[in-house]
């Protein structure tokens, strides 16, 4: 049985069945084998090809069994999935291969009706592909771009009338595009032009970010982020460039107050902590201590003492620290419709109906958060989505609700690339190029 693709279904199974996230759950199958660097390189295409693909991989199976896909036994799902996957969209791979192994996994799984089951399914695919083409035509569109483009189709569907159809295929597009690398600087130990020109002697393939003045993408090869030195001795921290705006925005200085109401997994607030030379007070809440873990471990290895995280709902905060704060950071909990690049499994995860209740928690956390700030405070609010409800909208009825707050230029203090003209900044992927961001910079002015 080959191991490799015995740990990719593995892996596939543990996404769909017990939650897993995708590149959490990969990392610890490479970490825990004995692998080459083409086994390992064909494992993270196995599992990311997989899981991308995984409603438009069942619609193919669907093609060619008269059973629905979610009714197999989860495992057999998976090895079909992945034997679907290497069939229809890795052309290198030979077809006898991949149903032998296919059938050999099965075995380990299936019984003996399962394991002819298997054989038959992939046989099938790799002799009549045609079956499986998909739909064309008049009323066929959004279903086409849907399946082409790896999407459910209640997405595309959403981001056609948001959009346009040609848009709306751009956004499909750059979300199955392996997701760019950026890192942002240490600035309490090295400048940004001190880390690229360690990065370069490393052998990074890596240049400046246009976005970000801390910020350094690398759009080609790197080495191993488990075995950076630079990474461990805290030169660094892996962020998106449109993550790297919010701090900015927001505008600490050094000895103030800060609260950053949804901390984890820290990215924000250890730039946040940057920007005031790690003098002053950041106060990180989240509801899980796990979570808040990981925000201490990363202020530690970047030489952050500032910090400090307490495990509680961000809807208290306003109580615990009225009138306290210089400024309030609501990073809140969002469909995250901006970053599917980045997680290969929340495009099958997400649901029309979850999206729609997020809003009213939003808003809870704001109304909860807000006593917190003294009187000329500033709040920011963003979220890693491109959805109106979730943004412009909760913006826009919280500042019916408090009138103590104005809302003032968010564009005017982005870093680098200022919109001076914007109320408020969405960054979409298919036109700026990097994950989907929203930002709104508020005033307490009474």
Same mark, same amino acid.
């Given at each position: ?7 990719? =279904?593995?892996?596939? #199974? ?24 083409? !086994? ?42 992945? *034997? ?30 399962? =394991? ?27 279903? #086409? ?59 990074? !393939? ?10 350094? =993408? ?7 982020? !488990? ?27 050094? @000895? ?53 995280? #307490? ?6 905060? @306003?109580?615990?620290?009225? @009138? ?5 950071? =609501? ?36 109304? *909860? ?6 009187? *000329? ?24 609700? #408090? ?7 968010? *564009? ?35």
């Amino acid at each position: 049985m080959d191991k490799v693709r015995a740990a990719a =279904v593995e892996v596939v #199974h543990d996404v769909f069945e017990n939650g897993a996230y995708a590149n959490v759950a990969l990392v610890n199958a490479l970490r825990n084998g004995s692998y080459s660097d083409i !086994d390992r390189r064909f494992m993270t295409e196995l599992v990311y090809g997989t899981v991308k693909a995984a409603g438009t991989l069942d619609w193919i199976i669907r093609q060619y069994v008269s059973r629905p896909v979610s009714k197999m036994k989860p495992y057999i799902r998976a090895i079909l999935r992945v *034997g679907a996957y290497q069939l229809r969209y890795l052309e290198k791979v030979p077809d006898a291969a991949v149903c032998n192994e296919s059938v050999e996994i099965a075995k380990k799984y299936g019984n003996a009706g399962e =394991v002819k089951f298997v054989n038959a399914v992939l046989r099938n695919l790799a002799r009549s592909p045609e079956k499986a083409a998909f739909p064309e035509g008049k009323g066929k569109a959004t279903q #086409h771009l849907a399946l082409s483009s790896m999407h459910p189709e209640w997405i595309v569907r959403r981001w056609i009338k948001q959009f346009g159809y040609d848009a709306a295929e751009r956004l499909c597009t750059f979300d199955n595009a392996p997701a760019v690398l950026s890192v942002r600087t240490n600035t309490l130990k090295t400048t940004r032009d001190g880390l690229l020109s360690k990065l370069l002697e490393e052998g990074w !393939d890596a240049e400046a970010s246009e976005f970000a003045p801390e910020g350094i =993408v690398c759009r080609g090869s790197h080495g191993s982020l !488990d075995a950076s030195r630079l990474l461990a001795e805290g030169y660094f921290q892996v962020q998106d460039e449109s993550s790297m705006q919010v701090a900015h925005v927001l505008e600490p200085k050094p @000895g103030e107050f800060v609260i950053d109401a949804c901390s984890a997994p820290g990215g924000k607030t250890t730039h946040i902590a940057q920007l005031m030379q790690n003098k002053g007070r950041i106060a990180a809440f989240d509801l899980y201590e796990v979570k808040l873990k990981k925000i201490n471990e990363n202020a530690e290895r970047l030489g952050i003492t500032c910090i400090e995280t #307490h495990e509680g709902d961000a809807r208290n905060i @306003g109580k615990l620290y009225s @009138g306290m704060a210089d400024r309030l950071l =609501v990073d809140a909990p969002c469909s995250g419709m901006g970053v599917l690049r980045r997680r290969a499994d929340a495009r099958w995860s997400k649901t029309e109906k979850g999206n729609a209740e997020l809003p009213a928690l939003q808003l809870e956390i704001l109304d *909860g958060a807000v006593p917190a700030l003294k009187t *000329g405070g500033i709040l920011v609010y963003s979220t890693c989505t491109i959805e109106p409800a979730e943004n412009q909208d909760v913006v826009t009825e919280f500042l019916k609700r #408090h009138d103590e707050f104005v809302l003032e230029k968010t *564009g005017s203090f982005l870093p680098l690339k200022k919109r001076p003209d914007e109320d408020m900044v969405q960054f979409y992927p298919h036109k700026d190029g990097i994950d989907g961001f929203f930002i709104a910079r508020m005033r307490k002015v009474k």
